[in-house]
């Protein structure tokens, strides 16, 4: 089946946002690499921010929605950060140039466009996280108002074990394995019950 001019035109933004960044991703290059004319895709996306934002959406979403599944808190804090962190590999070993581009994206300048599109994202990300803890709380004495710490502390462990793992593994390298899962969660419990 022939991919259509808009999934083909977001395939090749993610692409070049990947590899060269938001910024110097200029349109007529999208659209030169699409096959494309610049009219058609503003036809499709009317702007440059608009095609980022429907690429958030497109990808994001479906993670987002994983996540949240299993942030649900079933009384198990170390069998929901697990889960938590299992959809978090799930889906950067299913969309690895997504994964890490949501993370360029997060840090770029909090005026650029780029951060601003990916920033409620992020936090809906977070959100979810933060809602384990606050379950979590009442089995647990020792939370005191730190839940959004721990939920920061949590997001912050996972995503910087994945980022570093494919920066020293590479492409093979972006998702975390059951064990070490079991170990990051272990390893942040301990942090957080001492």
């Given amino acids: 089946m022939p991919v259509d001019n808009?999934?083909?035109i977001l395939e090749t933004a993610l692409d070049l946002f990947y590899a060269r960044g938001y910024d110097a991703a200029g349109v007529q290059e999208i659209a030169?690499?699409?096959?494309?004319?610049?009219?058609t895709l503003y036809y499709y996306f009317k702007s440059k921010y608009g095609l980022l934002?429907?690429?958030?959406?497109?990808?994001?979403?479906?993670?987002?929605?994983?996540?949240?599944?299993?942030?649900?808190?079933r009384g198990d804090l170390r069998g929901t950060l697990c889960a938590a962190a299992g959809a978090v590999s799930d889906f950067a070993k299913r969309e690895p140039r997504f994964a890490l581009l949501l993370v360029a994206l997060?840090?770029?300048?909090?005026?650029n466009e780029a951060y601003q599109a990916v920033r409620?994202?992020?936090?809906?990300?977070?959100?979810?996280?933060?809602?384990?803890?606050?379950?979590a709380s009442a089995d647990l004495g020792n939370?005191?108002?730190?839940?959004?710490?721990?939920s920061?502390?949590?997001?912050?462990?996972v995503i910087l074990y994945l980022v570093m793992k494919h920066e020293t593994e590479g492409e093979k390298g972006i998702e975390i394995s059951g064990e070490e899962i079991e170990a990051l969660v272990h390893q942040f419990m301990h942090g957080i019950y001492s």
């Fill in 6 to 8: 808009r999934e083909r």
């Fill in 32 to 39: 030169e690499k699409s096959g494309v004319t610049k009219p």
């Fill in 53 to 73: 934002e429907q690429l958030l959406k497109s990808r994001g979403e479906p993670f987002l929605e994983q996540l949240h599944a299993a942030c649900a808190y």
């Fill in 106 to 111: 997060f840090y770029s300048a909090r005026d």
């Fill in 120 to 135: 409620p994202l992020v936090l809906r990300l977070q959100g979810d996280v933060e809602e384990i803890f606050n379950e």
């Fill in 143 to 150: 939370m005191n108002g730190r839940q959004r710490q721990f």
């Fill in 152 to 157: 920061l502390g949590f997001i912050g462990l």
